[in-house]
């Protein structure tokens, strides 16, 4: 694909003024946000799944937040984590300029792999994992008992600034996202999918296996 190509493709789906004055917040605290195409991958998804109930690790200053609450239904929650509070507070601030109501965004200070075992499970219809690269074997373990079947898993940068299709890589966090992929074709209750959409965007829908019930 030209550069040109990606690039139209990327910005296919337009952000607004709420979303461009979100990642102009994210460049302030020194956020990497998801681009515009994975951002619309994003919504896509949580409008597919008629999401209610959404998971996201990695908040942000509420990027990928508004993408995936613009798409879910109207009282659609988005239960989002982050060690960062000062980043959510900005996130917070970007609902509230897209209109979003207070009850539809629980915002929890945490690491995620202390906050997620206190989920429920089964009661998600997409998780996205944006967090700490090198936990996103066990952010997969984890969205497998959140998720009803039928719900989805998605990982941003999950081609790594094209170091992940580069064998010679091999620094932790790029070993670390490469197994995952491995792991998510190779599981069997998984159906798994490479979008090459900014960083690259990894999905998987859990589908129904009655002898793991």
């Not at 990928?64 to 960062?84: A, F, I, K, N, Q």
Request: proline residues 4%; charged residues 25%; hydrophobic residues 45%.
């Amino acid at each position: 694909m030209s550069a040109a190509s990606w690039s139209y493709a990327e910005e296919f789906v337009a952000e607004d003024e709420v979303l461009a004055a979100a990642r102009a917040r994210a460049q302030e605290v020194g956020v990497v946000p998801v681009g515009p195409g994975a951002g619309a991958a994003l919504r896509f998804l949580a409008s597919v799944l008629d999401a209610r109930a959404v998971v996201e690790i990695g908040t942000g200053t509420g990027v990928s937040g508004l993408w995936m609450l613009r798409g879910m239904r109207g009282d659609g929650v988005l239960t989002t984590v982050d060690v960062e509070t000062e980043h959510q507070r900005l996130a917070r601030q970007s609902f509230t300029e897209a209109g979003i109501a207070t009850q539809r965004a629980r915002t929890i200070s945490g690491a995620a792999l202390d906050v997620l075992p206190r989920l429920t499970d089964g009661h998600y219809d997409l998780v996205f994992c944006d967090g700490d690269k090198r936990e996103y074997a066990a952010y997969l373990t984890e969205a497998l008992r959140l998720l009803r079947p039928g719900g989805v898993v998605a990982f941003d940068n999950a081609l790594w600034h094209d170091r992940v299709a580069d064998p010679a890589q091999r620094d932790e966090e790029t070993v670390a996202i490469r197994d995952l992929g491995r792991a998510v074709v190779e599981h069997p209750d998984l159906v798994g999918l490479m979008l090459p959409v900014g960083d690259g965007l990894l999905v998987a829908k859990k589908t129904w296996n009655p002898e793991s019930d």
